[in-house]
């Protein structure tokens, strides 16, 4: 059992100085039994970045395992990013890691020990993601409803550690958050891979929904604790995330619903896409919303051709019989 990390980057030296050490620490139990490669993919950093990931790397005191830097001369995006790392990458297994997520000692040992039990049933792996100061979560997956909205299970809530009736035992769930998740690899190239045109968020919504509607599974182990810092690359870019969201969650809603979804939710999706422009508005000062709105609606027009033509290339995947999508 062979595992692929790929780490998304954009100036994150900040974080990567505290995400690198807690990585190392919680694959070193594991490196005898286990093959790892660590790929970062650097979107044109202008601080430390790479001198940082080199230098935490070989100074380890780890040997066995591989890593790469793939350079990139200007800002992909987080989806862009991921598809090429995975299209370097060399295991069975993909590993999506944030670089401003710190992971517990054991995460990789409680992952695996559940891929051992259940790769058969499952294609994708997560833990509990928790704020950075451990008091809340932020993430125990993804719950997900047709009217077009994605939520994280649990967040915000108040994480006791010992509480009687915490969640401790794995069980299924809708999908996960590609901020720390393991992907089976023929599975996910299988479905698509990530969206290219998706940029940055709602990309992990988006490969969820295509791999519930092929019935490929989703595992939570609540017991594989991560700390997300947040904001490690989309902090203080303005309204961005809002116009990313108006726009991906039409491009999620044309290339993946099936047609009998659309009719039957149709009430709910349109009150929904009202909220989201909404968002855009009161984020937007009133001299650049023309250009944020051209920016959202008007790059929907411009690739619905493309979102069509996925549309019919997902809907011949998913009318093929179990076992051969």
Excluded at 9 to 22: E, H, R, T
Excluded at 66 to 86: L, T
Excluded at 179 to 203: H, M, P, R, S, W
Excluded at 239 to 266: A, G, V
Aim: charged share 15%; hydrophobic share 40%; net charge positive.
């Amino acid at each position: 059992m062979n595992f692929s990390i790929i780490i998304p980057n954009l100036n994150g030296a900040k974080f990567l100085v505290n995400c690198l050490p807690s990585l190392i620490t919680s694959l070193k139990p594991l490196l005898k039994n286990h093959p790892f490669e660590i790929i970062l993919v650097d979107n044109a950093s202008t601080d430390d970045s790479i001198s940082l990931f080199k230098k935490i790397f070989n100074s380890s005191e780890i040997r066995n395992f591989k890593f790469e830097i793939i350079q990139n001369n200007f800002n992909h995006g987080f989806a862009p990013s991921i598809n090429q790392g995975i299209s370097k990458s060399s295991y069975e297994w993909v590993v999506l890691l944030n670089n401003d997520i710190v992971i517990s000692p054991d995460w990789f040992t409680k992952i695996i020990a559940q891929i051992k039990l259940n790769k058969d049933k499952y294609a994708v792996y997560c833990g509990t993601i928790l704020t950075a100061d451990g008091a809340k979560y932020e993430s125990s997956g993804l719950n997900f409803n047709y009217k077009g909205k994605c939520q994280n299970i649990n967040n915000g809530l108040p994480f006791l550690a010992n509480a009687p009736t915490r969640q401790r035992t794995s069980l299924p769930i809708w999908g996960s958050s590609a901020a720390l998740v393991i992907y089976n690899k023929k599975i996910l190239n299988t479905i698509g891979g990530f969206d290219n045109d998706f940029f940055a968020y709602e990309e992990d919504v988006d490969v969820a929904l295509r791999l519930q509607l092929l019935n490929h599974k989703t595992l939570l182990v609540p017991n594989a604790i991560s700390y997300h810092f947040g904001g490690g690359t989309s902090s203080k870019m303005g309204n961005f995330r809002q116009i990313m969201d108006t726009k991906n969650w039409f491009y999620i809603i044309i290339k993946d619903y099936p047609m009998s979804i659309i009719l039957k939710y149709l009430p709910q999706i349109f009150v929904e896409r009202l909220r989201n422009l909404s968002g855009l508005i009161k984020s937007t000062p009133i001299h650049q919303l023309p250009q944020s709105l051209i920016k959202s609606y008007g790059q929907v027009l411009i690739y619905l051709p493309q979102m069509l033509y996925k549309r019919h290339k997902f809907q011949k995947l998913s009318s093929l019989p179990p076992g051969r999508a």
